[in-house]
């Protein structure tokens, strides 16, 4: 059964920083693309960024050069640095990835989320 845990969100006052991590278990054979989306109240889940296979990097363009996107391809494990943290950035943050597990075929797998507020 594969299942995506995300960690490290929590409160931080602007101008700071976060680092949210995604770890991807179960009985993977294959994981392809990986990323972080994020939901405010009454607004839709938005892309933040992602990337294929460790490369191939994208950034929603309120989150470019602010926000860092990496994969530790041989843990499983995805990271999001996130910097000069904005009050705009207060949302729930889902990791999402295409998995394939042992025996079965790629399937798309989001996580619990992960609160982020961002207040003074």
């Known amino acids: 059964q594969v299942q995506l845990v995300e960690s490290g969100g929590g409160w931080m006052q602007p101008g700071g920083s976060l680092r949210l991590s995604c770890e991807a278990s179960?009985?993977?054979?294959?994981?392809?693309?990986m990323g972080w989306y994020r939901q405010a109240p009454g607004s839709p889940r938005d892309l933040v960024a992602s990337?294929?296979?460790?490369?191939?990097?994208n950034y929603s363009d309120s989150v470019r050069g602010r926000f860092t996107i990496s994969r530790d391809i041989a843990r499983n494990t995805l990271h999001l640095q996130m910097n000069k943290l904005e009050p705009e950035d207060t949302a729930v943050y889902y990791c999402?990835?295409?998995?394939?597990?042992?025996?079965?075929?790629?399937?798309?797998?989001w996580g619990q989320g992960t609160q982020v507020t961002v207040s003074s």
């Open positions: 999402d990835a295409d998995i394939a597990p042992m025996g079965g075929q790629l399937g798309h797998y």
């Open positions: 179960g009985n993977i054979r294959r994981i392809t693309r």
């Open positions: 990337t294929m296979n460790g490369d191939s990097i």
